[in-house]
């Protein structure tokens, strides 16, 4: 039974045919072999190219926002309350944009998320007052989640052995274009007229990427119907069932509720996120209590690096600039480094975001106590690799413990806790400031304590050691 799930992922990808099982049909393209491996990369890879042009073209804007609010007459106060509102927006649409795309397509979503956005965008570049500039930002809050789709479609994609490896690739190059977009940006700023013309290149490497989506060889690769999976997760969650037996009990009985009368997206979608909730709050609440510790315990390290480094060790901005490009660029390295990591844990996703979030408390201990420049360079480093490793080993337990089948649900929810996050950190790191420039990495330190002993008292509920699972079609 086992092995015959283990070919099943196999043939998902393409990688490999699997031979039917007694009494079943054989499924398109199930002997295509290595043209379907071919297919299959060449999709990957697409997506990894539309990671990349997503956040080469945010990154060119988003480091100018708070100049050009300024430049329309926008005071602090109004300009804070501006910016913020992207990401109480994010809070509340991640989840439900996430629920949506398992429900009508990855597609669809992709496709609406994407145009959606870019009309943000093109409204930004004509914004001549505050009031516009405030509106520009209200359709890029809802729908600004290409990369949480991506990668839910990525998860539909490949094994879950794989899962790690991918959505890390997917990230490094994301982080590419985040590394290449503000020097872009920077330069055309100099120009006349510079935001404008910024943020309409912006707006164009939307369009750009709608099309390329459009062009997807969609029919060439099998992606797996949610639909089905959602349904047959949530009557198994009102059950009482963990995730492990819906999986389980996907692989044994394929669909079982096709009979019943299809409803309405907007239904599927509410009652998909009320299930959801009972199945977060029962078995996923010290993995988004991790990713909520960790991840305001890193905001927290980056919220004053500038203004620490200055008063610490008189280090100048621009040179600290570098810094930050340096640790960037290092942190997109990381993602190629996954692969030899993940076959030393044997796969255990849980024991690496353990032993990276270990190494992570242990880095902003002692960036926070160090003396020299040298060692918050050491520190820096080494912080790019673990955070890095631990974002994506966080995402990847989320969907191996949640099910593969609502993978866009679980990611937009992770997407809200991180929103979360960025409306905590921004308050604490202010209150840690009064008392030290220190004050905000040390405590970013003891929440990352606190979420290691977390990780520490719980136990891997599904998934530890990699094996692979059929994605129930």
């Not at 005071?75 to 996430?98: D, E, H, K, N, R």
């Not at 570049?125 to 359709?139: I, K, M, W, Y």
């Not at 390295?333 to 979030?357: D, E, Q």
Request: glycine share 10%.
């Amino acid at each position: 039974m086992e092995l015959g799930r283990r070919r099943d992922l196999g043939s998902a990808l393409g990688l490999a045919p699997a031979p039917a099982k007694p009494g079943q049909e054989p499924r398109p393209g199930a002997g295509a072999g290595a043209p379907g491996a071919v297919r299959a990369r060449r999709f990957v890879l697409c997506l990894y190219l539309v990671g990349f042009l997503d956040l080469f073209g945010v990154s060119m804007v988003v480091p100018l926002l708070s100049l050009h609010v300024k430049s329309l007459g926008a005071s602090p106060t109004v300009a804070g309350i501006v910016g913020s509102s992207y990401g109480i927006l994010q809070l509340f649409s991640s989840a439900v944009v996430g629920c949506w795309s398992d429900v009508v397509g990855r597609r669809s979503s992709l496709l609406a998320c994407i145009l959606l956005s870019a009309l943000g965008y093109l409204i930004l570049g004509a914004s001549t007052s505050v009031f516009l500039f405030a509106l520009a930002r209200v359709p890029v809050g809802i729908f600004k989640h290409t990369l949480s789709i991506s990668r839910a479609l990525l998860s539909d994609l490949v094994a879950e052995k794989e899962r790690p490896l991918v959505i890390g690739r997917f990230n490094t190059a994301s982080s590419v274009g985040f590394i290449l977009g503000p020097m872009v940006g920077g330069y055309l700023t100099e120009l006349d007229g510079g935001f404008y013309l910024t943020a309409f290149i912006c707006f164009s490497v939307f369009i750009l990427n709608a099309g390329l989506v459009w062009l997807f060889p969609w029919s060439e690769v099998k992606l797996n119907s949610t639909k089905n999976g959602l349904r047959l997760g949530k009557s198994h969650a009102l059950l009482g069932k963990t995730d492990c037996e819906v999986q389980e009990a996907a692989t044994r009985h394929g669909t079982t509720v096709s009979g019943k009368p299809a409803r309405l997206p907007w239904m599927e979608v509410v009652s998909t996120l009320r299930d959801m909730k009972s199945l977060i709050v029962s078995e996923m609440w010290d993995i988004f209590l991790v990713r909520l510790l960790m991840g305001v315990a890193v905001m927290l390290y980056y919220s004053n690096f500038v203004l620490a480094l200055e008063e610490r060790f008189g280090v100048r901005p621009k040179t600290t600039g570098y810094l930050i490009s340096y640790s960037s660029a290092l942190g997109a390295l990381a993602g190629f480094t996954l692969g030899p990591i993940l076959r030393l844990y044997k796969h255990n996703s849980h024991a690496v975001l353990l032993h990276s979030s270990v190494l992570t408390f242990t880095l902003l201990l002692l960036y926070s106590t160090a003396h020299t420049m040298g060692i918050v360079v050491f520190s820096s480093t080494l912080l790019s690799f673990s955070t890095a490793i631990g974002r994506t080993c966080i995402t990847d337990l989320q969907l191996t413990v949640g099910g593969a089948q609502a993978s866009g649900t679980l990611i937009g929810m992770g997407q809200s806790v991180t929103a979360v996050g960025r409306v905590i950190a921004p308050l604490l790191s202010g209150v840690a400031q009064e008392v030290s420039p220190c004050g905000p990495p040390s405590l970013g330190a003891a929440l990352a304590l606190m979420a290691i002993i977390v990780m520490s008292v719980s136990r891997p509920r599904c998934g530890g050691d990699g094996s692979d699972k059929l994605k129930s079609e």
